[in-house]
């Protein structure tokens, strides 16, 4: 596990300029798609500021982001309703992924996790009817919410298996868009409490943190009037390609 002690929110104008831009990118990709934030924003924080510093400035963005597209989306008493064995099995398996932090090399586990997603993604691209019966989908709900939480706890990662899990359901854009941020929203939660522990989630990253909901709020916005323009099929492919692009990130991030 990286040393995340240090954090020093003394940042330059560019550095600022930096962040918002980050901010502002991943929560339009975010609004159109539905997830990808953290991945899609980290990069840019982590070259302007280092990765001790990007930590605590992104969760609070993330789950605003997650918070704010799950407002758009509707449905959130249904999901919740027909979702709650997925999303409380993830709860353990986060607890039980970050246990295992200090045995596993998360390196080595993001290059194997993003090759998986590299995959899934060309896979689906190339057979897009593969759906899941009622009675599996029941049955594989609390395991795909377990899996997912402990995979977030080794990687970092909180898609797999649950994008594709949520994707072979074939759900309606809105719903699908809620079931997989509720899924984000307890991961970051956690997360944060994490690193509260650790004494990274100081008042000046939320000072920093609080400033930028801004700018994620209006990508979040322009990103979900793209959303509602796409059909249901090239809202599929939008969130494949991204899903593929995000593994290959992992691959060549690990490597």
């Known amino acids: 596990m990286p040393d995340l002690s240090g954090f020093d929110p003394h940042f330059t ?3 600022f300029a930096v962040i918002a831009f980050g901010f502002a990118f991943a929560a339009f990709l975010k609004g ?8 899609t924003c980290l990069p840019f924080l982590v070259l302007a500021v280092g990765l001790k510093s990007a930590l605590p400035l992104i969760i609070l963005p ?5 918070i704010f597209v799950m407002r758009q989306a509707g449905h959130f008493r249904e999901t919740v309703a027909r979702f709650w064995p997925m999303l409380l099995a993830s709860v353990p398996g986060l607890i039980l992924g970050l246990w295992l932090l200090d045995t596993v090399d998360g390196e080595q586990a993001a290059i194997v ?6 995959a899934y993604s060309l896979y689906a691209l190339r057979s897009p009817d593969f759906t899941l019966s009622e009675p599996a989908a029941r049955a594989l709900a609390p395991v795909s919410g377990f899996a997912t939480g402990l995979v977030n706890g080794v990687t970092g990662s909180q898609i797999m298996p649950v994008l594709p899990y949520l994707i072979s359901l074939k759900l309606s854009r809105e719903r699908f868009v809620q079931a997989i941020n509720c899924s ?8 944060a409490l994490g690193l509260s522990k650790l004494g990274l989630m100081t008042v000046a990253s939320l000072a920093v943190s609080v400033g930028g909901l801004g700018f994620v709020y209006a990508g979040t916005r322009a990103g979900g009037v793209l959303r509602r323009r796409l059909d249901e099929t090239a809202f599929r ?3 494949l390609i991204l899903l593929l692009t ?3 990130a992992l691959v060549v991030r690990g490597i």
């Not at 984000?184 to 997360?191: D, E, K, P, Q, R």
């Open 13 to 15: 104008l560019a550095q």
């Open 32 to 39: 159109a798609t539905g997830l990808g934030f953290s991945t």
């Open 62 to 66: 993330s789950i605003a982001s997650n």
């Open 113 to 118: 996790l993003g090759g998986v997603l590299v």
């Open 184 to 191: 984000f929203t307890i991961g970051s939660i956690v997360m």
């Open 237 to 239: 492919r939008l969130v």
């Open 246 to 248: 995000l593994g290959m």
